[in-house]
Structure formats: C-alpha cells, structure tokens
C-alpha cells in the first residue's frame, strides 16, 4: 500500500526530473539562502553570521584533507 509520503517523493521526484540542471542548480541556492535566512531570524544574527555559522556546521567532525590544504597552499 502506497502512502501520503511515497506519493510526494514520485510527485518530487517527477518535479526534479523535468528541471534542467540550471534549475536544479538554482533551486538548490535558493533553499540554501532561504535556510540562512531563516537560521538568522531564528537566532537574531545577521544573514552574514547566519551563513558563517552554518559554514562552522557542516565542517564540524570532518578530518583535515592534506590534499585539500595542499590546494589552497
């Protein structure tokens, strides 16, 4: 038996498959602006502050990549 969410996720996926790459590209900085942007309504920051922190985030439990600082050496 299907349910409410499988049926979203076909309609979303549907959605996505008839996007071009640009778009898909585009939408996906949207929701990321749109999440900063709620991120600092939230915590009373500026959209700046937002993004650093959400920045700080992501990179929270990742291992140094020699490589990686070999590249911005």
Do not use: P, W, Y
């Not at 996720?9 to 640009?22: G, P, T």
């Not at 959400?54 to 990549?65: D, E, H, I, V």
Request: aromatic fraction near 2%; charged fraction near 30%.
């Amino acid at each position: 038996m299907k349910s409410v969410a499988d049926d979203l996720r076909q309609e979303q996926l549907r959605r996505q498959q008839s996007m071009s790459a640009m778009d898909r590209i585009l939408l996906s900085l949207a929701l990321g602006e749109n999440a900063a942007r709620q991120f600092a309504d939230l915590h009373g920051v500026s959209l700046e502050a937002a993004k650093r922190a959400l920045q700080r985030q992501r990179q929270t439990g990742r291992k140094r990549s020699a490589c990686h600082d070999g590249l911005l050496a």
